[in-house]
């Protein structure tokens, strides 16, 4: 009989991934399990499928065990278990006879079976030599977190999208300016965020230029959902994979094939004019018109920008519904002063104006080709290059 006590949000942050990892049923039934090794001073559980992984360990409470055990476990099963109680600590007990894991919190108990049979077959993950590492870095959590948000509205649906490079998104280490890019389009509208970073290793890198890195949309996705906001996450970028490392937890991912697009030379170079507009207010008469077209297939909505007047008309039309307007003031305005108008997707412009936090917001315009809108002064930071609908 083996016992262990953790805490209660520590073993649900890390079934939490592991719920997103494994699956529930598969031909390949390993990877329907997470692997549980009660250690001396600690528990490590991992999950895995054919494409990624993760591990976590966490500290154990009060008596240690001089020896360990090891079990398989359902993963599903495991995860409903756990976030069907509350408290504050978990103990877990185990019955290597019975294959039994008795699990207590407070005063709920579950007894759930395990698989010894299994373990030996257990696919163990090490990292790669450090040979084949070609950056270690290290960047805070809100900026990836940030970051990764941004990249996952334009990232490309399966439904519309083939290409493999744009269903992923893309890493770009750049060693001269100590950044890392996070990039994502679904070919309609880009996304690229900047972060500085720092190199692990003394501040080695082997990258001597620019380079990319094709990472799943659903590794960056279950990142950012459970990397606080106030840790410090390590990215390992090898030849082959990526591991991320922050607090107790490690996830890994193969790389995907493909070659990711030139983006700089998609983003334009100067334009005719640029403006200047209060965010809350722009989302706000976006949402007002955009009953009309969201049923749509373009779900369209037509800006007229009147530079004179210092004034964005937004209009919503529909041949069934009828027609809706909302007007918005323009703060500052640079350029052309012609009027114009064009019409956009709404999602696009709520997406983005959804994540960001900043009170105003830049508009870069060459009218009738794609736009580029950005925080005001911010534009080194990131950017978001969307396009118009053809009329």
């Given at each position: ?138 960047l805070l959590g809100s900026d990836f977190n940030q970051a990764a948000k941004l990249a ?120 005719s004019c640029s403006l200047q507009v209060d965010k809350d207010e722009l989302q706000k ?107």
């Amino acid at each position: 009989m083996f016992t262990a006590t953790i805490k209660y949000t520590e073993i649900q942050k890390f079934l939490s991934i592991a719920s997103q990892i494994s699956p529930k049923k598969s031909e390949l039934e390993i990877i329907t399990y997470t692997k549980v090794d009660i250690l001396e001073k600690s528990i490590k559980f991992e999950a895995s499928n054919l494409s990624y992984s993760a591990s976590g360990v966490i500290p154990k409470e009060g008596i240690e065990n001089p020896t360990t055990v090891s079990f398989l476990i359902k993963t599903d099963l495991l995860f409903d278990c756990i976030s069907s109680f509350s408290g504050d600590m978990v103990d877990l007990i185990v019955d290597a006879e019975t294959h039994q894991l008795t699990i207590k919190v407070n005063q709920s108990k579950a007894k759930l079976r395990i698989n010894t049979d299994l373990v030996s077959d257990w696919r163990q993950l090490t990292k790669a030599d450090e040979t084949m590492a070609k950056a270690k870095i290290k960047l805070l959590g809100s900026d990836f977190n940030q970051a990764a948000k941004l990249a996952q509205i334009s990232v490309g649906q399966p439904k519309v999208v083939l290409q493999p490079e744009f269903l992923n998104i893309c890493f770009t280490v750049k060693p001269d300016s100590n950044q890392l890019s996070i990039v994502s389009s679904d070919r309609f509208r880009l996304s690229i965020n900047n972060t500085t970073l720092e190199y692990l290793n003394n501040g080695v890198t082997n990258l001597e230029e620019s380079t990319n890195f094709l990472l799943s949309t659903k590794v960056i996705g279950l990142v950012s959902r459970v990397l606080p906001d106030t840790s410090t996450l390590e990215i390992d970028l090898n030849t082959d994979d990526a591991w991320f490392i922050f607090d107790n937890i490690e996830i890994y991912t193969k790389f995907i094939d493909g070659k990711y697009p030139d983006y700089i030379k998609i983003v334009p170079q100067s334009f005719s004019c640029s403006l200047q507009v209060d965010k809350d207010e722009l989302q706000k008469a976006i949402k007002q018109v955009f009953f009309l077209s969201r049923n749509q297939f373009n779900k369209d909505i037509t800006f007229v920008v009147n530079p004179a007047a210092k004034q964005i008309t937004i209009t919503s039309k529909s041949d069934v519904l009828g027609e809706s307007e909302n007007q918005i003031s323009i703060l500052e305005f640079e350029g052309d002063e012609s009027e114009w108008q064009q019409s956009f997707n709404a999602t696009y412009f709520l997406d983005y104006l959804t994540l960001i936090n900043d009170k105003i917001l830049t508009w870069d315009a060459n009218p009738g080709k794609p736009s580029v809108l950005y925080a005001k002064d911010s534009k080194d930071k990131g950017l978001y290059l969307v396009c118009g609908l053809n009329r």
